[in-house]
């Protein structure tokens, strides 16, 4: 039976008020959402979104493995999809993914039968994100393959995008910061399984033997400062790295509280334990304050960072 919450719509899945967010981020930090949906179903959420009063703020979230959530928590209905969107089903050369399936596993389900998307293999994170953020490795990015994206709008519609519309480019796209994506349809070049899953095998060795993927991290901090023509492909005759101009400004390493800039790979921001959504971001615009006095060149931050500050409680 749906049931309802103080000012909230009737919903049929899970409403929880003053959620900690901290548990359901990479790098444990955050405090709580005024609400957190866990929706039953698309009809369910597209239900509660249509009958939410307009005022109030929508913030969907994924498996927050790009994300800081400040210290004072959100004042927004946090909306998070679980596992009756993931569902990965291929067809005729194309994969239709749940934006709550996790990269790795449509990378993997794909290449069984023999569709080339490895490149989402080392991305964190789930495919919703990995569609609003175009992300992208190895030279290919979603915006190479994606067809359309289904979606729920913050009045509660269900919508069919194709990709063209999205104006995907280097992480980034136009769809409004609260309209939930519900999953999305890739056109995947054919391959050989064997080749593509031995492909996968190595790009996991380098990357582990590259960055601190045992460590509480968020993945890449900072977007690359340049190199990277509009519609998100690299253009190596320009490229210039965040890691590199990082080091360039001694802050490898460099600390603040729990957090660190990572010794292995100087472009991930990591929770040595104990840190703080404020170490964290404060480390980070140290590091962007260090650059540009060293380079003139202003870092723009990958991680995204949402909520509010303790101070501003």
């Known amino acids: 039976m749906p049931h309802s919450h103080p000012e909230m719509p009737a919903v049929r899945g899970t409403l929880t008020q003053n959620r900690v967010l901290a548990d359901l981020t990479w790098l444990r930090v955050g405090g709580p959402a005024d609400w957190l949906f866990q929706p039953a179903d698309a009809y369910d959420l597209a239900d509660f979104l249509a009958a939410l009063d307009p005022s109030v703020a929508v913030f969907p979230m994924g498996v927050g493995s790009n994300l800081i959530v400040r210290d004072g928590g959100l004042r927004a209905v946090v909306v998070r999809l679980g596992r009756g969107f993931n569902g990965i089903e291929i067809d ?3 994969v239709t993914a749940g934006a709550a ?5 449509v990378a993997r389900k794909a290449a069984d039968a023999g569709l080339d998307l490895t490149f989402l293999r080392t991305i964190p994170g789930a495919v919703g994100g990995a569609v609003r953020m175009n992300a992208g490795c190895y030279g290919q990015y979603v915006a190479d393959v994606l067809e359309e994206i289904q979606v729920v709008t913050r009045e509660g519609r269900m919508e069919t ?4 519309v999205l104006d995907l480019q280097y992480r980034q796209s136009n769809l409004p910061e609260d309209t939930i994506i519900l999953s999305a349809t890739f056109r995947a070049p054919y391959g050989n399984p064997q080749a593509l899953h031995d492909k996968m095998t190595d790009q996991i060795a380098k990357r582990d033997a590259s960055q601190p993927t045992r460590d509480r991290s968020a993945g890449s901090t900072f977007r690359n400062p340049a190199g990277f023509s509009s519609t998100g492909r690299a253009d190596d005759s320009q490229e210039l790295k965040a890691w590199k101009v990082i080091d360039e400004a001694g802050m490898r390493g460099a600390t603040r509280g729990g957090a660190q800039m990572s010794p292995m790979h100087s472009n991930f921001l990591i929770n ?3 840190a703080t959504a404020a170490d ?5 615009e140290e590091v962007r304050n260090r650059v540009f006095e060293h380079s003139k060149i202003t870092l723009e931050w990958e991680i995204k960072r949402v909520g509010e500050r303790l101070a501003e409680k």
């Open 92 to 94: 005729n050369g194309r």
């Open 101 to 105: 399936a996790l990269d790795s596993h």
């Open 161 to 164: 995008l194709p990709a063209a």
């Open 272 to 274: 040595n334990g104990g």
């Open 280 to 284: 964290l971001e404060e480390l980070g």
